[in-house]
Nanobody, 124 residues
């Protein structure tokens, strides 16, 4: 059973940084593509980024490219999202996801492959 537990969200001022973490269990993390999606009330669900099992390949939504960095530590079954230069429009519920299929163009996986989410609020 896939279990993904996010942490690291919170309130941050515009221009600030946060690092989200996701602890995975119930599947072979080191063999799995992983990613992040977010949901905001006014924008719906957005795929943000994903990373290959070994970490050598990454993809990003254009609006976060250069500001967000996805990474992973397979020895710790943990996925990260470093978010810099945060903007108010980054305010959303952020979900860690595992990707049973790597879609092109990228898209969020079915809901049962998501964690429970962590809130990120960017406001002064």
């Amino acid at each position: 059973q896939v279990r993904l537990v996010e942490s690291g969200g919170g309130l941050v001022q515009p221009g600030g940084s946060l690092r989200l973490s996701c602890l995975a269990s119930g599947f072979t993390f080191s063999n799995s593509w992983m990613g992040w999606v977010r949901q905001a009330p006014d924008r719906g669900t957005e795929w943000l980024s994903d990373i290959s099992p070994g970490g050598g390949n990454t993809r990003y939504l254009d609006s976060v490219k250069g500001r967000f960095t996805i990474s992973r530590e397979n020895a710790k079954n943990t996925l990260y999202l470093q978010m810099n230069s945060l903007k108010p429009e980054d305010t959303a519920l952020y979900y860690c996801v595992t990707l049973p299929l790597v879609a092109n163009p990228p898209r969020p996986p079915p809901r049962n492959y998501w964690g429970q989410g962590t809130w990120v609020t960017v406001s002064s």
